[in-house]
């Protein structure tokens, strides 16, 4: 399957490592320089700007899905091709879904852990069988793929639902 676009969960922060922003600007240049649309959470700061500004910068196209309370606190980014503004979070989710042909999770906080389990529990529960990437940059995700393997030992994870994302290293490890 070609992916045509996909829905990045990311953080509103840049964290604490430049390895996070710098593989946040490449996926957006890759994304870009491939015309491959990118969907996301409509933030102008962290790794969400960073990433939507590479892939502009690129020649891409950034659809960003903005629930109007984060457009008030002025974190909306503007300079996007499409902007999206919905209620609330639950139709950002939804909205983000319905355009993405599959999912990369780079580092990020709560929210980002809730995209990721949103959209990997509706894939459990056969909604979809769009890929889930998860961009391990620089080990970051080790502990929750440690609790993963976790749930699963002690019975509360079936082994096969480990198979519905993969994990990469880098985002030249994604396959568009």
């Known amino acids: 399957m ?3 676009s ?3 969960y990311c953080g509103s922060s840049s964290g604490t490592k430049t390895i996070y922003s710098e593989t946040a600007h490449q996926l957006g240049t890759l994304l870009g320089q491939n015309k491959i649309n990118m969907i996301y959470g409509g933030g ?5 700007g960073i990433t939507a500004d590479a892939c502009i910068a690129a ?14 606190r002025e974190v909306g980014h503007h300079a996007l091709d499409d902007l999206i503004v919905v209620n ?5 989710k939804i909205k983000m879904f319905e355009l993405a042909d599959a999912f990369a999770i780079l580092p990020g906080g709560i929210g980002t852990l809730d ?3 949103e959209i990997l529990t509706w894939k459990q529960l056969g909604q979809h069988d769009k890929p ?6 620089d080990r970051f995700y080790d502990p929750l793929l440690t609790m993963m393997q976790h ?3 002690q019975g509360y994870l079936a082994e096969k639902n480990l198979e519905l994302y993969e994990v990469v290293d880098g985002v030249e490890n994604i396959m568009l």
Do not use: D, Q, S, W
Request: hydrophobic letters at 50%.
């Open 115 to 117: 995209e990721f389990f």
């Open 44 to 48: 102008n700061i962290g790794l969400m």
């Open 59 to 72: 020649g891409g196209h950034v659809t960003g899905v903005c629930p109007g309370f984060l457009i008030e």
């Open 2 to 4: 070609k992916i045509k």
């Open 132 to 137: 889930i990437y998860i961009i391990n940059v």
């Open 6 to 8: 996909l829905a990045v």
């Open 151 to 153: 749930m699963v030992t």
């Open 88 to 92: 609330n979070m639950h139709e950002r």
